[in-house]
């Protein structure tokens, strides 16, 4: 089994929808916790990232962790096509500074 | 300010070749790892270089080895070509000595092993 788990979509959405994006872990010692947007051709792109538990927000990203249940999500909202691309998930604990385990990625498509 | 890159672009080798992928950080960054992304997949840790050694490995086996440079650029060296290696190469830079570390990724190396 996979430390973390990511639902692979893809996922389509018209524009101006609400999206979740969601992953599942094992390792409880990950602690610091990522969402990236690749586009085709282009390395990963960090959005955000979270420290330990709550909530973050940026523009119309939404990061949530929820560590008693292992679950991580990513909310976007007034999706844009721009907004069109592979979101990764990605975790880290804090012993191994540059090591991040990702999710397989899920990959969303917003049509106008 | 010149972002980390990558070279070459694309790379077609056979197997049991041996390729080398270059990596030049981000400015001011001196920490640099490689990641393998397999079609379909998120990327995977191979390791991590600091002040010229490797500070950190992944299940990745011995074919895999790198190399940083005292200007902070790396090279990563695969031996022993098999046909699961082709995939995304993906080189990430950061600076050490903070409590987050944000690595910044370059556009990527695609090999293909024929």
């Known amino acids: 089994q996979k430390e973390v788990e990511q639902d692979p979509g893809p996922l389509s959405v018209p524009e101006g929808a609400i999206v979740s994006l969601n992953c599942t872990y094992s390792n409880s010692a990950f602690q610091y916790f990522m969402w990236y947007r690749q586009y085709s051709r282009k390395g990963p792109e960090l959005l955000m990232y979270t420290y330990s538990s709550g909530n973050k927000e940026d523009g119309r990203f939404t990061a949530q962790v929820d560590k008693s249940s292992k679950y991580i999500s990513l909310f976007i909202r007034d999706s844009q096509p721009s907004d069109s691309a592979t979101y990764l998930c990605a975790l880290r604990d804090n012993t191994n500074a540059g090591k991040s385990t990702f999710g397989d990625g899920t990959t969303l498509t917003v049509k106008p | 300010d010149a972002g980390v890159t990558q070279s070459p672009t694309h790379l077609i080798k056979t197997r049991g070749q041996q390729v080398t992928l270059r990596c030049s950080p981000k400015?001011?960054?001196?920490?640099v790892s490689w990641y393998q992304q397999a079609l379909g997949q998120g990327p995977q840790f191979i390791f991590q270089y600091y002040e010229e050694e490797e500070r950190q490995r992944g299940n990745f086996p011995d074919r895999f080895s790198g190399h940083q440079f005292p200007n902070y650029s790396s090279e990563l060296n695969v031996n022993a070509l098999l046909l699961g290696d082709s995939a995304l190469y993906l080189c990430?830079?950061?600076?050490?000595?903070?409590?987050?570390?944000?690595?910044?990724f370059g556009p990527g190396t695609r090999l293909t092993v024929l």
């Open positions: 990430a830079s950061s600076l050490a000595g903070q409590s987050y570390n944000e690595q910044f």
């Open positions: 400015s001011g960054h001196d920490t």
